[in-house]
């Protein structure tokens, strides 16, 4: 496996204080998104983490599809926001008129 390293940056969630990961890690390792464990202090300014892998769940591939979908298109919005159009009442008219025959077993 190739080395690859990611930054961390200190995360305050309520009255608790960590690290947060950047989603590039989580988009590579999917699987340890819901993983614990523990740290390992080696020195002043070095841990090792452990992760339990074996209580997490399976990877959703559609979630994970999904995450990247959305992802995609929340850049897209955010470099061309000139291309973005209100969601008006017609369009949900014309959405539900659509799809007012579809089947959904």
Not at 89 to 98: H, P, T, V
Request: hydrophobic share 40%; proline share 4%.
């Amino acid at each position: 496996m190739a080395v690859k390293s990611y930054p961390v940056t200190h995360a305050k969630v309520g009255n608790q204080d960590g690290f947060r990961l950047p989603r590039a890690f989580y988009k590579d390792y999917p699987h340890l998104a819901n993983a614990s464990g523990h740290i390992e202090v080696l020195s002043d300014n070095t841990f090792l983490v452990r992760l339990e892998t074996d209580n997490v769940d399976e990877v959703d591939d559609e979630g994970i599809m999904m995450s990247l979908f959305l992802d995609f298109l929340m850049k897209d919005a955010m470099q061309n926001p000139s291309e973005l159009i209100s969601y008006t009442q017609e369009i949900s008219d014309e959405m539900d008129d659509l799809l007012a025959d579809v089947v959904i077993d």
